[in-house]
T-cell receptor, first 114, second 115 residues
Framework: EAGVVQSPRYKIIEKKQPVAFWCNPI?????LYWYLQNLGQGPELLIR????????DSQLPKDRFSAERLKGVDSTLKIQPAELGDSAVYLC????????????FGPGTRLTVL | AQSVTQLDSHVSVSEGTPVLLRCNYS??????LFWYVQHPNKGLQLLLK??????LVKGINGFEAEFKKSETSFHLTKPSAHMSDAAEYFC?????????????FGSGTRLQVQP
């Protein structure tokens, strides 16, 4: 069974440019999460989807970040425009259901903003 | 509100010696607690989880953790470290009675294993 797939694995852009990350969760997993992981810290939730509905986006900086999961399967996270402080690893995770269900993480996308 | 404190940012042990990674949590409700491991350039992997059943939880690769409510602790242990255990370890708490059901991660403990 394939795990959570993320692309690209690495991205280098200049500040003020847009960038997008893609995530394909494990087949059958209804819940999808996007996390931000700064260097030397634990991941922090940005947004959680139940199928195609964003049910928790309280930590998503909506002035520059957006996300979508149109068909309730794969998802895209976008930053426009990117700032220097956005350099981090962006993790995607999925679970069969919210709550006690184990979250399975992808390898992440490492973003560097110059 | 829930929070997690990992008491050591770095732990170094010799191969074959015991491992102890310390974690304290704060939670308003009965929490679920997890330990995840992150190897370089790989995704986070669940080691074990506590969900109000047995207080001593056994996980993969010989790791185990004990939930101590009186001490609000969930320390991770392993009797004998292996070189392959070198990684970043995260203690995680999740509350089920709040609207936000995602995981709250600690800041991580980097485990080094010396030959």
């Amino acid at each position: 069974e394939a795990g959570v797939v993320q692309s690209p694995r690495y991205k280098i852009i200049e500040k003020k440019q847009p960038v997008a990350f893609w995530c394909n969760p494990i087949s059958g997993h209804n819940t999808l999460y996007w996390y931000l992981q700064n260097l030397g810290q634990g991941p922090e939730l940005l947004i959680r989807y139940e199928n195609e509905e964003a049910v928790d986006d309280s930590q998503l900086p909506k002035d520059r970040f957006s996300a979508e999961r149109l068909k309730g399967v794969d998802s895209t996270l976008k930053i426009q425009p990117a700032e220097l402080g956005d350099s981090a690893v962006y993790l995607c995770a999925s679970s069969y259901r919210t709550g006690l269900g184990e979250q399975f993480f992808g390898p992440g996308t490492r973003l560097t903003v110059l | 509100a829930q929070s997690v404190t990992q008491l050591d940012s770095h732990v170094s042990v010799s191969e074959g010696t015991p491992v102890l990674l310390r974690c304290n949590y704060s939670s308003s409700y009965s929490p679920s607690l997890f330990w995840y491991v992150q190897h370089p350039n790989k995704g986070l992997q669940l080691l074990l989880k506590y969900t109000s059943a047995a207080t001593l939880v056994k996980g993969i690769n010989g790791f185990e953790a004990e939930f101590k409510k009186s001490e609000t602790s969930f320390h991770l242990t392993k009797p004998s470290a292996h070189m392959s255990d070198a990684a970043e370890y995260f203690c995680v708490v999740s509350e089920e009675d709040t609207g936000r059901r995602a995981l709250t991660f600690g800041s991580g403990t980097r485990l080094q294993v010396q030959p």
